[in-house]
């Protein structure tokens, strides 16, 4: 009984997200090019870097990588916290 | 350098920094971390108050990340936003100022609270990182940046709430609390890359000027709904948070109470600044309204029978969520009807962002004093506490205040929203305001409960040996109970200053908008 | 665990320097090949992985200093924090080292590289503190499998306790 409520629950699942990927644009062309026309004619004339790549992961959108590396030193954190050596008796 | 513009960067880098920063201050000794945990709670406290000042006289502040002036927005030829912008309108403000409050109560009372416990410095960095997570979930303006700060605060609060990791329910709880938050998590950033494809600008107030309906944009926000209220505790999706709230240390349940609200803030402004009128609002407010109803009722008739203090306490946590879920969607109800908004839509939001600030507070307060229980008798249990008013009067004066407070006993601050609430649900449908006055009789009801039981009553022999409280856990009860008596006393003050402008920010999506793409809405 | 054969601990004495050193490469090449400071990082502490599995736990744990590595993750971290305040005249991030191809092609002294300015740094920086970030979860996780016999565990109840 619950078997077949995840079953239709996960077909309808899937069926909205592929119905709403189908639609967001025809398959292998953009629709909306405005940012990303913008970051690959000024990255190499403004920020003088070659790999856009970096250039949008550490100048344009650099603060999401410092959160990202903030997410890494907490999952460092937190295991270190769960496998620390307790109290000597 | 007018430093005044750049307090919404400080507003997150100094808890970054001080984060990072605190293993090299760990090999200093303890009181030099203990020292350091208290200067970069205070100064975010101070800053965020800066900060709140500022908005309320200059109005919405913009802040790019990067770019070569900190307000140019739009860069030369384009008519979209590029870089990362920081927004902070009334409502951000007001949110960032309740969370600054308590997480610098919980730093106050974990310094002599996890004073037997290894691995602080750990803790204290994971506590500093989860306070950056939710300051950066309610000031950012950016979508993709909103979900990496929502990793970054469930990434810290999967291993604070694992911190005892002695006790085996601690863990499943952690392990059930970080499944599901994935999940959710998961779900954000799928909404996050539809709206991508579709608009190509990742800036809330950019897509809220460009969004029309279609199946795309339904899709994302049935997904961004139903992730992000299961990252409040709405309804059928809040079954993580009485293990969860339970499990973990007391501070750090004081602030994942606030943790939640910068969820609930997440959902508040997807609803109403980024779809706002494009959406059918009629469906999606009657959705959030029939939820809070549910969490309220379901919720606080589980909390009656509880008689582990933590469990109790997050299932009222749950409740009081559902209150603030109706006064939202009695006012997402009215949103496109002007006369419904003047009549009942704006007191039921005043009512709902009022009752955010005052549940952060006196929740926080009612944790903090579970945990002093707690660290008095070595137990949780209720069944084995007696008599405790003679040993720690503070305490049990305290516990009385955020317990009125919270039942809604006039004129405690709870009463002055929840009557919002229950005035404006009233023109809307007189069911919804029994199901909350019922609501707040069983509130009432389990908090005497846990009173006589803990508080008064003979004293048990198992008791004689109780611990004193110390005084830094009573410094950090103290400042969330002078903030619950201040809004108590000056409640016109509180709702004319503090709520209405934030009010007033979370239904004005041409003023969000107009602040970033300047007026070419 | 223990060490595998010596054919195991040969091929891995010859390869796992080179690791640490194809992974610099990766990192401080980031701002003109693909790659860059995250993906360099994740290379350079596969070097640990593979000493762990050839030479078996009791022998790397003996000799491994954890500060090493916990000074790494931090030094990363804080220079990251220290190029983001120097810009802070302009705004929080701000790429104050970076010269626009046009001026720099004038100027005539850079050579091949275009300066890209903190976006290089930025990114040793964050090489450095993954490097250190990753190893440091190896070598716990690792640790953490052994813990009841390695450690005494004691003293810290959570719980109920009388």
Redesign the interface.
């Known amino acids: 009984m619950r078997k077949t409520i995840f079953i239709i629950a996960a077909l309808v699942f899937g069926g909205l997200m592929l119905g709403a990927l189908d639609s967001i644009h025809p398959f292998g062309e953009p629709g909306n090019v405005p940012m990303d026309e913008y970051f690959l004619h000024h990255a190499l004339e403004d920020r003088s870097s070659e790999n856009v790549v970096t250039s949008i992961v550490f100048d344009y959108r650099g603060f999401d990588t410092i959160g990202e590396a903030a997410v890494l030193f907490t999952a460092v954190c937190s295991v270190l916290a769960l496998f620390r050596e307790g109290a000597k008796k | 350098m007018n430093w005044h513009a750049h307090l919404p960067a400080l507003l997150l880098a100094v808890p970054l920094l001080g984060a990072f920063a605190t293993p090299v201050f760990n090999m200093g000794g303890k009181t030099l971390r203990n020292a350091w945990f208290i200067v970069i709670s205070s100064s975010v406290f101070l800053i965020a108050l800066a900060l709140w000042h500022q908005v309320s006289v200059n109005g919405i502040q913009v802040y790019v990340m990067g770019a070569e002036q900190f307000a140019l927005s739009l860069p030369s030829g384009m008519k979209l936003p590029v870089r990362i912008i920081l927004e902070v309108d009334a409502l951000s403000a007001f949110m960032a100022l309740a969370g600054s409050i308590t997480s610098l109560a919980g730093a106050w009372f974990s310094l002599s609270f996890m004073d037997r416990f290894t691995g602080l410095s750990r803790f204290v960095s994971l506590y500093l990182l989860l306070t950056v997570g939710m300051l950066g979930m309610m000031i950012t303006g950016d979508l993709f940046n909103f979900f990496v700060f929502l990793e970054i605060a469930s990434v810290a609060s999967y291993g604070l709430v694992a911190f005892w990791r002695d006790r085996p329910q601690a863990i499943e709880a952690s392990f059930k609390y970080m499944l599901l938050s994935q999940l959710a998590a998961m779900l954000v950033l799928v909404a996050i890359g539809f709206l991508y494809g579709r608009y190509n600008v990742l800036n809330m107030a950019a897509i809220g000027s460009l969004i029309h309906m279609g199946i795309v944009e339904k899709v994302a926000l049935a997904f961004l709904i139903s992730a992000l209220a299961l990252k409040c505790g709405a309804f059928p999706m809040y079954l993580w948070i009485p293990d969860a709230y339970g499990e973990a240390p007391a501070s750090v349940s004081c602030l994942l109470v606030t943790v939640s609200q910068a969820s609930l803030y997440g959902l508040f402004r997807v609803c109403f600044s980024i779809y706002g009128l494009a959406m059918s609002n009629k469906v999606v407010a009657w959705i959030l309204i029939i939820f809070g109803l549910l969490s309220m009722f379901i919720a606080v008739s589980m909390a009656v029978i509880q008689h582990e203090v933590k469990r109790l306490m997050a299932y009222h946590a749950v409740s009081q969520t559902g209150y603030m879920l109706l006064g939202v969607g009695v006012g997402l109800l009215a949103l496109g009807n002007s006369q419904a908004l003047a009549e009942y839509g704006f007191t039921a939001l005043k009512g709902g962002v009022f009752h955010i600030f005052n549940h952060a507070m006196y929740k926080g307060l009612l944790f903090l004093t579970a945990g002093t229980l707690y660290y008095m008798t070595g137990t949780r249990d209720l069944n084995k506490m007696g008599g405790l008013v003679r040993k720690s009067p503070w305490t049990a004066f305290m516990f009385v205040v955020a317990a009125a407070a919270i039942a809604g006993l006039p004129p405690m601050n709870g009463f002055a929203s929840k009557l919002l609430i229950y005035q404006s649900s009233f023109a809307v449908h007189p069911l919804l305001t029994v199901v909350a006055l019922v609501t707040s009789i069983l509130t009432l009801a389990s908090f005497v409960k846990v009173f006589q039981t803990a508080f008064l009553g003979p004293e048990q022999d198992r008791m004689a040996d109780v611990k004193k409280v110390p005084a830094t856990m009573l410094v950090g009860m103290g400042i969330l109970t002078v903030a619950v008596l201040l809004l108590t006393f000056f409640p016109t003050w509180a709702l004319s200053h503090l709520v209405e402008p934030a009010a007033k920010a979370l239904v004005d999506q041409a003023g969000y908008i107009a602040a970033i793409m300047g007026g070419a809405f | 665990m223990k060490p595998l054969s010596i054919v195991v601990r040969t091929c891995c004495d010859m390869f796992a320097w080179f690791m640490v050193v194809f992974g610099s490469y990766v990192i401080i090449h980031?701002?003109?090949?693909?790659g860059?400071g995250?993906q360099g990082g994740a290379i350079v502490a596969t070097f640990m992985a593979l000493l762990l599995v050839a030479y078996g736990g009791e022998k790397v744990l003996s000799w491994v200093k954890f500060s090493f590595y916990?000074g790494l993750?931090?030094v990363?971290?804080?220079l990251?924090?220290l190029f983001?305040?120097s810009?802070?005249?302009?705004?929080?991030?701000?790429?104050f080292l970076?010269?626009?191809?046009?001026v720099?092609l004038a100027g005539g002294a850079h050579g091949i590289?275009?300066?890209?300015?903190?976006?290089a740094l930025?990114?040793i920086a964050?090489g450095i503190?993954?490097t250190g970030?990753l190893t440091?979860?190896l070598l716990?996780?690792f640790?953490?499998t052994r813990?009841f016999n390695l450690?005494?565990?004691?003293?810290?109840?959570?719980?109920?306790?009388?």
């Open positions: 980031g701002d003109v090949t693909p860059g995250f916990n993750l931090i990363g971290l804080l990251f924090l983001g305040f810009g802070m005249a302009n705004s929080f991030f701000y790429n970076a010269v626009p191809e046009a720099a590289i275009p300066p890209s300015g903190t976006i930025m990114d964050v503190e993954v970030g440091l979860i716990y996780m640790k953490g813990m450690i005494e565990m004691g003293g810290e109840t959570g719980h109920d306790s009388r």
